[in-house]
C-alpha cells in the first residue's frame, strides 16, 4: 500500500499531474474580486487525488518540495493563461521554504517565465505548521517581499503561534481559520474572536480575510463587523473556470439579514446563547446526576422532548440537594428527569432583545443563580445565564449612556457617525436626514428653558414615533438637531409626516394669542422687534452616492447644506438632494413641491 502511494506520487511529480482549482476571494465592499487562491488537486480518481492526501503523501515521503514547486508553477501558468484579474493567493508551506534542498528564487523565475508581475502574487503562508527557526522564516519572508511579493498568513487562529507570528511577518493579508467563520452569528465567543482581530487589522493595517463561508448568515454578521474580503462555497466553489468579474446580482439573492436588524444583533439574547448539550425528556435522574459529576462547571441543563423543543430545566443544586437526603437515590436514580426538573423555565427566541427579556426577568422574579432556555424557531439552542444577560445589559446601558444626549436620551455624535460609517462599508444605501427647528431661540427666550427643553423632547418623540416602524435610525446631534438614517425608501413620506405632526402638537407651547397671530413681536440680535412665526421644522434629505462619498463626515457635510436650503423659507419645508457626492453643488427644486 505504502508502495503503491510511492509510485502514484512518483508519476504525479514526472507527468506533472497536477490540475489548478481557482477560488475567488469577493471585496464586498467595492464589488469586484481581490483575487484568487490556488487549490491543486492530483489526477481524478485516484487516491492522491484531493490534496490532503496528496500533500500527506509528499511529506511522508520527502517530496514536498518537488509537489509544491509543481503546484506553484501549475498555478502561475493557468492564472495567466485564464487572463484572471486580481491578486494570485500561493498556498507555501514554512517547511518548504526553510528546506535548505528547496530552490531559492525559483518563484521570481516562474512569473517572469510566464509574465505575471510579482507583486500580483502573495504568499500564504499556513499558521498550522509548527516552525522551530522563527529567525529564518522572518528573513525568508523578508526576502520574498524585497522581490515585490505580498505576504498572507493563512489559517489564523488555528495552529501553534497565531498573534506572535503576525507581529513578526506584518503580513499584508491574514486569513481567518474556517473554525472561526462556521456558525459564527450563533456564538458569542467567535463573534468576540472576530471582533478583536479586526480591531488588531485596524492598528497594523492589515487586509482581513474570511474565508469557508457557507451560511448567507455568516456573510451578513461579516459584514456587519466591517469584514469585506471573503471566500467561501457560499460565494463560488472552486473550479477550473472560475467568475472573471464580481457578480453582485447573485451577490444579492442570497438570504442576508436585513441591516435594520444587523444594528441590533448586539441587543438580541441570541448573541449570549451558551452552547450546552441538552437531555432528552426520558434521561434518568441517576445519568443526568453522572453529567454534572463529570462536569462540575454545568450548574443546568436544558430538558428538551422529541421534536428538540425545551419542557424543563434541570438543576444541579436541586438535584444533588434530592440525593444527598436519605434513600435519595433509592427514590430517584431510575426515575426521568421531568420528576425533579423545573417545569417552568423562561424560554425566549433568540430575536428577543435584551431589554424585552430583562423585564420578564424582573417580572417573574427568577434567581440570578439560573439560567433561562433561547430557542430557534422554536428547537433548543442554547442557554444563557442570568447573570450574564444582566451583565450585559448594564454594559449597554453604560454604553448608551455614554454617547446619548443627555436631554432625549437618543444617540449622540459618536452613534451617528458609526451608523454611517458601517453602511458606507458594506455599500447599503440609505438616505440622511437632518431636522432642525426654526426661530428656536426666540421662542427659548420668550417662554424660557424649561419650555425650549420640552419642545425639543417632543421633536425627539415625534421623529422616534415616525420612525418606529420602519428600518432607521434616529440620533440627536445636540441642541435642536437631530439626524435620522433611512434604510429604504421611506425618506419623504416620514419626513413629511415628522412635519405634520410638530407642528401639531407644537400648537399646546403657545398662548391662544400666539396661534391666532401666527406668531409673536420678538427682539432679534441687534435689539429690532421683529415678527416671530410658530415653530417650524426644516429637513435636508439627501441620499449620497457610495462610491463618490467614503466617510461620514462627507455625508455629514451633504446634509448640512440641504438642510441650509431648507432654512431659506419662513414656513416648515422639506428639501430633497439629487443623489451625489461631496464635490456636486445642491440642486434646488421647486419649493411648490416640497412645503408642506
Known amino acids: 500500500m505504502v508502495s503503491d502511494r510511492l509510485g502514484i506520487l512518483e508519476n504525479i511529480l514526472k507527468n506533472s499531474e497536477v490540475t489548478t482549482l481557482f477560488q475567488p476571494i469577493f471585496d464586498i465592499a467595492e464589488q469586484q474580486i481581490l483575487g484568487y487562491e490556488a487549490l491543486s488537486r492530483g489526477p481524478k480518481g485516484c487516491p492522491l487525488e484531493m490534496p490532503n492526501a496528496l500533500f500527506s503523501a509528499a511529506v511522508t515521503f520527502d517530496k514536498i518540495s518537488e509537489l509544491e514547486l509543481l503546484c506553484r508553477s501549475k498555478a502561475i501558468e493557468n492564472f495567466v493563461k485564464l487572463k484572471l484579474q486580481g491578486k494570485l493567493f500561493l498556498n507555501v508551506s514554512p517547511k518548504t521554504l526553510l528546506d535548505p534542498c528547496h530552490p531559492k528564487g525559483e518563484t521570481l523565475h516562474l512569473v517572469e517565465q510566464f509574465g505575471l508581475a510579482a507583486n500580483k502574487v502573495v504568499i500564504e503562508v499556513t499558521e498550522q505548521e509548527k516552525v522551530d527557526d522563527g529567525f529564518l522564516l522572518l528573513k525568508t519572508i523578508a526576502h520574498y517581499r524585497k522581490l515585490g511579493f505580498s505576504i498572507a498568513i493563512d489559517d489564523l487562529g488555528a495552529g501553534y503561534s497565531g498573534l506572535k507570528q503576525w507581529s513578526e511577518l506584518c503580513p499584508d493579508y491574514v486569513k481567518i481559520d474556517r473554525y472561526f467563520i462556521d456558525h459564527c452569528d450563533e456564538s458569542v465567543v467567535k463573534k468576540e474572536f472576530l471582533k478583536s482581530i479586526i ?154 432583545l435584551l431589554d424585552t427579556v430583562s423585564q420578564q426577568i424582573t417580572e417573574n422574579d427568577f434567581d440570578i443563580r439560573r439560567h433561562i432556555i433561547i430557542t430557534r424557531a ?183 447644506d440641504a438642510k441650509k436650503e431648507a432654512k431659506r423659507y419662513r414656513h416648515s419645508y422639506l428639501f430633497l438632494c439629487k443623489r451625489r457626492g461631496p464635490a456636486l453643488a445642491v440642486v434646488r427644486l421647486s419649493p411648490e413641491k416640497h412645503v408642506i
Open 199 to 352: 480591531e488588531l487589522a485596524k492598528v497594523t493595517k492589515t487586509a482581513v480575510i474570511a474565508e469557508g463561508i457557507e451560511r448567507p448568515e455568516e456573510l451578513s454578521l461579516l459584514e456587519g463587523l466591517g469584514i469585506v474580503h471573503a471566500q467561501g462555497f457560499l460565494l463560488e466553489r472552486p473550479s477550473l473556470r472560475p467568475s472573471s468579474e464580481f457578480n453582485s446580482d447573485q451577490l444579492q439573492q442570497l438570504n442576508f439579514t436585513p441591516l435594520a436588524d444587523q444594528f441590533e444583533q448586539s441587543m438580541a439574547i441570541g448573541w449570549l446563547a451558551v452552547e450546552q448539550m441538552p437531555i432528552d425528556s426520558h434521561t434518568r435522574c441517576k445519568d443526568a446526576h453522572n453529567i454534572f459529576e463529570k462536569d462540575k462547571a454545568i450548574v443546568s441543563i436544558a430538558v428538551i422532548n422529541h421534536d428538540s423543543q425545551p419542557i424543563g430545566l434541570l438543576h444541579k443544586d436541586q438535584l444533588t440537594e434530592v440525593f444527598a437526603a436519605p434513600y435519595g437515590h433509592a427514590l430517584y436514580d431510575k426515575q426521568p428527569v421531568t420528576a425533579l426538573m423545573h417545569k417552568q423555565p423562561l424560554v425566549v427566541d433568540e430575536n428577543q
Open 378 to 560: 422554536g428547537q433548543y439552542l442554547g442557554l444563557a445565564p442570568l447573570r450574564d444577560i444582566l451583565k450585559h445589559i448594564t454594559e449597554e446601558k453604560i454604553r448608551h449612556a455614554q454617547h446619548a444626549n443627555p436631554l432625549t436620551m437618543l444617540p449622540g455624535n459618536v452613534a451617528i457617525n458609526e451608523a454611517i460609517e458601517h453602511r458606507l462599508r458594506v455599500k447599503h444605501g440609505f438616505a440622511l436626514a437632518y431636522i432642525d427647528l426654526n426661530h428656536f431661540k426666540q421662542f427659548n427666550d420668550l417662554y424660557g428653558y424649561a419650555s425650549g427643553d420640552s419642545v425639543i423632547k417632543l421633536l425627539a418623540d415625534v421623529t422616534t414615533q415616525a420612525c418606529s416602524n420602519i428600518p432607521s435610525f434616529v440620533g440627536h446631534i445636540g441642541g435642536d438637531d437631530f439626524m435620522v438614517v433611512f434604510d429604504g425608501d421611506d425618506a419623504e413620506s416620514v419626513c413629511n409626516q415628522i412635519i405634520s405632526d410638530f407642528e401639531l402638537k407644537s400648537r399646546a407651547f403657545f398662548t391662544p394669542e400666539h396661534i391666532a397671530s401666527g406668531g409673536y413681536w420678538a427682539s432679534n440680535r441687534e435689539g429690532e422687534k421683529q415678527f416671530v412665526p410658530l415653530l417650524t421644522l426644516s429637513i435636508g434629505v439627501v441620499e449620497p452616492d457610495l462610491e463618490q462619498c467614503t466617510n461620514s463626515h462627507q455625508i455629514a457635510a451633504l446634509a448640512t
